[in-house]
């Protein structure tokens, strides 16, 4: 059975793109999804639905699969949660609490300390958890969603590049200007001079990109 995991994503989180990249990388990744001991009777239950509706063709059959799928790979989260795959990490959904912590506040101050107590983990340790899933700092991480909503305010509005950094969480403009051209690799207004090319260069970025990617 063939299926586009990212369709189904986009419409389980259809407002929230890094959250299905996360999800989907995750998915996506090398390693054993399951395994001989791990009890999969829900899965086996969804997978044959799905073979029996598309058999079957019953009135909305497209719909009960499109129902199906989407119960599926949430049931497939779950797996990846509980499984036990060494030097793989941490799970995402682990540091999921923390990824929406960064969505919904990036706008103010963001300490470490909260990110980690979202996750109830200790600072240590959800440094370490993050870097390893995430192969980059927790701040970092800020800075690259707050880039992320500083393009589409410029994009967007005719919101000047002080009032744009003070919206997504900056201090100074001076700060704002700073992570965008090591994002991006170029200064907020060149970026917005050439919008097209800018955008798709942003749009190369991956999340889970290899360390030191930032610096």
């Not at 959800?126 to 970092?140: A, E, L, Q, S, T």
């Not at 207004?189 to 097209?196: F, I, L």
Request: charged content about 25%.
């Amino acid at each position: 059975m063939y299926f586009d995991i990212h369709e189904v994503l986009k419409k389980l989180y259809p407002d929230d793109e890094i959250l299905r990249e996360n999800i989907g990388h995750e998915i996506s990744r090398e390693g054993r999804l399951l395994t001989p001991d791990m009890n999969i009777q829900k899965m086996t239950f969804l997978v044959r639905g799905i073979f029996s509706e598309m058999q079957n063709k019953e009135y909305m059959y497209r719909d009960m699969v499109s129902h199906l799928l989407m119960m599926l790979v949430v049931e497939i989260i779950r797996k990846l949660q509980n499984s036990d795959l060494p030097e793989k990490g941490t799970m995402t959904v682990d540091i999921f609490p923390a990824i929406d912590y960064i969505k919904k506040n990036y706008a103010s101050q963001i300490r470490v300390v909260d990110l980690a107590h979202s996750c109830g983990m200790s600072e240590s340790y959800f440094r370490k958890v993050f870097g390893k899933y995430m192969n980059m700092k927790p701040m970092d991480y800020v800075n690259f969603v707050r880039i992320q909503r500083g393009c589409a305010l410029l994009r967007e509005t005719n919101l000047s590049i002080a009032m744009v950094s003070e919206r997504i969480g900056y201090v100074s403009a001076s700060t704002f200007i700073r992570n965008f051209k090591r994002i991006i690799g170029c200064t907020p207004n060149k970026w917005k001079a050439d919008e097209e090319n800018a955008k798709s260069k942003f749009m190369n970025y991956h999340v889970t990109a290899l360390k030191g990617w930032l610096e």
